[in-house]
């Protein structure tokens, strides 16, 4: 059973800075994609940024330079800066095979975490 687990969301002010964390485990492809999503109550999910093992790195405009996304042994880190208070949602991780079809290419991730909730304050 794949299991995701997000640590690292908090409180902070605007124009500081948060590191998440997600750690995906009993998930062994050799070739997958990781991905940070975000949602909002009332408002559906949205991507933030996704990496694959192929070195595709990609970011919703929205990002603008402010997020970093990065993996390392089936762990998948974002690191916020310059954050806003529409930042504030509830961040989720997600993993999926690369051959699966629908979540590297579709979004349509197989494994999400509970999510780790981020808040911006002005």
């Known amino acids: 059973e794949v299991q995701l687990v997000e640590t690292g969301g908090g409180s902070v002010q605007a124009g500081g800075s948060l590191t998440l964390s997600c750690v995906a485990s009993g998930f062994t492809d050799k070739d997958y994609c990781m991905a940070w999503f975000r949602q909002v109550a009332g408002k559906g999910r949205e991507r933030v940024a996704n990496y694959d093992t192929f070195g595709e790195i990609t970011y919703a405009d929205f990002v603008e330079g402010r997020f970093n996304i990065s993996v390392a042994d089936y762990t998948v880190y974002l690191q916020m800066s310059s954050l806003k208070e529409e930042d504030t949602a509830m961040y989720y991780c997600?993993?999926?095979?690369?051959?699966?079809?629908?979540?590297?290419?579709?979004?349509?991730?197989?494994?999400w975490g509970q999510g780790t909730q981020v808040t911006v304050s002005s």
């Open positions: 997600a993993v999926d095979s690369w051959y699966s079809g629908t979540g590297c290419f579709g979004g349509q991730y197989a494994n």
